[in-house]
């Protein structure tokens, strides 16, 4: 599968005191190490974004070796970084998730990539009618010249470069939901109260 997963790392967890959420632990080991670990079987290359040399630093022995990337545009969140990495991904398509995500489907993820093949992308369509940004299948040279144009325009909102795409795949969430009927994928750590009841400890 010539697929790149792209693991979002470089924001500040405010709403955890700062801590990197990289380095949170399930089981004894780094929520990116877990991510890493369960995407290796469906990518041929993973690529990480990060806030800075002083987090790759930190972050070095989790990265087993994978390209890093950094924003050119600061302080634009995510959508800079998911740019860095489309440029970088040696593949046409790409899967984005994030560092506080760890209850990974491989399921899922194959299934949106077999969803975005010879389209722009593939996003889950949640039953509010609005689409999944992180956990979605882009293709790269779609996405780039969009997401400059974004972000030159001030427009910073992952889905705003989606929105001008031709070629959309819509996956329904209910058709999700018979691979994962608990939608656990979709769980990101945020808060304290994440941390209880996800099982989640925090590094001494």
């Not at 005191?17 to 991510?35: C, Q, S, Y």
């Not at 022995?61 to 990495?85: T, Y």
């Amino acid at each position: 599968m010539q697929l790149t997963s792209l693991i979002l790392a470089g924001g500040k967890a405010e709403r955890l005191e700062n801590r990197e959420k990289a380095l949170l632990l399930l089981d004894e080991t780094p929520l990116l190490t877990v991510i890493t670990d369960s995407l290796k079987a469906v990518s041929s290359e993973i690529i990480f974004s990060l806030r800075d040399e002083d987090q790759r630093a930190l972050l070095s022995p989790l990265l087993q070796d994978s390209k890093v990337v950094f924003d050119s545009f600061k302080g634009k969140g995510p959508l800079a970084g998911i740019l860095e990495g489309f440029k970088a991904s040696s593949n046409d398509y790409v899967f984005v998730t994030a560092c506080d995500m760890p209850f990974v489907n491989l399921d899922v993820v194959e299934h949106l990539f077999k969803a975005a093949q010879g389209h722009d992308a593939a996003l889950i369509r949640k039953s509010d009618g609005r689409f999944q940004s992180i956990y979605a299948v882009y293709r790269a040279r779609s996405m780039i010249p969009e997401i400059e144009k974004c972000l030159a325009e001030g427009k910073n909102f992952i889905l705003a470069p989606v929105f001008k795409l031709d070629d959309v795949v819509a996956v329904d969430i209910s058709e999700i939901s018979k691979i994962d009927p608990d939608l656990r994928f979709l769980v990101n750590i945020n808060t304290s109260q994440d941390l209880k009841k996800e099982g989640i400890s925090i590094v001494d």
